[in-house]
C-alpha cells in the first residue's frame, strides 16, 4: 500500500518547482527555501492542510 496519496505527491512537487524557481518561502519568516528537505516538508505540510493521504508527523520528544 502506498505511503502518500496522490495529491500529496503533486503538492511536493509544486513545492520542489517553486524552490528550483526561488519563490518558495517559509511560513513564519518568509525567507526563500533553497534546502530540497525543507522544500519537501513544506510541500507534505500543504497536503496535511488540504486533506491528503499524508503520515502523521514523528514527534521530536517522544517519552517513555
Given amino acids: 500500500m502506498a505511503k502518500y496519496g496522490k495529491k500529496a ?7 520542489m518547482h517553486e524552490r528550483k524557481r526561488g ?3 517559509s511560513g513564519s519568516s518568509g525567507k526563500k527555501v533553497k534546502s530540497r528537505k ?3 516538508a513544506i510541500g507534505l ?3 496535511r492542510r488540504a486533506g491528503a493521504k499524508v503520515p502523521r508527523k514523528k514527534s521530536s520528544s517522544k517519552k517513555k
Wanted: glycine share 0%; charged share 40%.
Fill in 45 to 47: 505540510s500543504e497536503a
Fill in 38 to 40: 525543507q522544500a519537501i
Fill in 9 to 15: 505527491s503533486e503538492k511536493v512537487e509544486k513545492a
Fill in 23 to 25: 519563490t518558495l518561502k
